[in-house]
T-cell receptor, first 115, second 113 residues
C-alpha cells in the first residue's frame, strides 16, 4: 500500500449537483495530482497542487477546482455535474524538490457515478 | 504534443513465461521520465518501474525490466516468469515537465496456469 488514502470510495450523484472528493497524501510528500479515469481508458490529468498552489492543469473546465491544505491533503470539487463526469478519480502524491518529481504514488480512487 | 501509444489491447501468457508490453512515446523534451503502472481490478495504480531519459542503463525492478530504446522512442516493459497475480491492466506513462503524467490506453495482461 502507498499510504495515499481517498474518500469516499464510491459516490452516486445526480446531474447538476456538486461533489467534493478528498485525498490524504503519503507522509513526507508535498505534491498532489488528480486524474480522471473513464471506463476502459487511461487516466487523464486534471491538475496538480504543490505547496498549496496549483502547479499545472489539464484540459478540464473551470467547474473542476481543487485545494491543497497545509498538511498537503487535497480536495477535488466538481460543480454542475454532468453524466460524462462518471469515472474513477485518482489522487497521486509525490515529493517535489524544485519543481521536478519522480514517482507518483496513487490512492485507491473514488468511483463517481452521475445519474 | 506529448503522447503515449500502447498498441496491444490485450496480451495472453502462461505462467512462468516472459512477456513484453509495448510502449512508444512522443515528446520534444530532452529531459523526461517514463513510468509503468499496474492497475488490478481493484482500481489502484501500482508503480512498477521508472526510466529517466538520461539513464544509460535500462531500469530493472525484480521481475520487471524496461527495454528503453531512445532513438526509437520506445519503452517496453518486460515481465519475466509471469505469475497469476500479474493479471491486470498495465499503463505506460510519460512525465510532462515534472507535473502531469500522460498515460497510454493500457494493455490488459491475462496470465493462465
Amino acid at each position: 500500500e502507498t499510504g495515499v488514502t481517498q474518500s469516499p470510495t464510491h459516490l452516486i450523484k445526480t446531474r447538476g449537483q456538486q461533489v467534493t472528493l478528498r485525498c490524504s497524501s503519503q507522509s513526507g510528500h508535498n505534491t498532489v495530482s488528480w486524474y480522471q479515469q473513464a471506463l476502459g481508458q487511461g487516466p487523464q490529468f486534471i491538475f496538480q497542487y504543490y505547496r498549496e498552489e496549483e502547479n499545472g492543469r489539464g484540459n478540464f473546465p473551470p467547474r473542476f477546482s481543487g485545494l491543497q491544505f497545509p498538511n498537503y491533503s487535497s480536495e477535488l470539487n466538481v460543480n454542475a455535474l454532468e453524466l460524462d463526469d462518471s469515472a474513477l478519480y485518482l489522487c497521486a502524491s509525490s515529493f517535489s524538490g524544485s519543481g521536478t518529481q519522480v514517482e507518483q504514488y496513487f490512492g485507491p480512487g473514488t468511483r463517481l457515478t452521475v445519474t | 504534443a506529448q503522447k503515449i501509444t500502447q498498441t496491444q489491447p490485450g496480451m495472453f501468457v502462461q505462467e512462468k513465461e516472459a512477456v513484453t508490453l509495448d510502449c512508444t512515446y512522443d515528446t520534444s523534451d530532452q529531459s523526461y521520465g517514463l513510468f509503468w503502472y499496474k492497475q488490478p481490478s481493484s482500481g489502484e495504480m501500482i508503480f512498477l518501474i521508472y526510466q529517466g531519459s538520461y539513464d544509460e542503463q535500462n531500469a530493472t525492478e525484480g521481475r520487471y525490466s524496461l527495454n528503453f530504446q531512445k532513438a526509437r522512442k520506445s519503452a517496453n516493459l518486460v515481465i519475466s516468469a509471469s505469475q497469476l497475480g500479474d493479471s491486470a491492466m498495465y499503463f505506460c506513462a510519460l512525465d510532462q515537465a515534472g507535473t502531469a503524467l500522460i498515460f497510454g490506453k493500457g494493455t490488459t495482461l491475462s496470465v493462465s496456469s
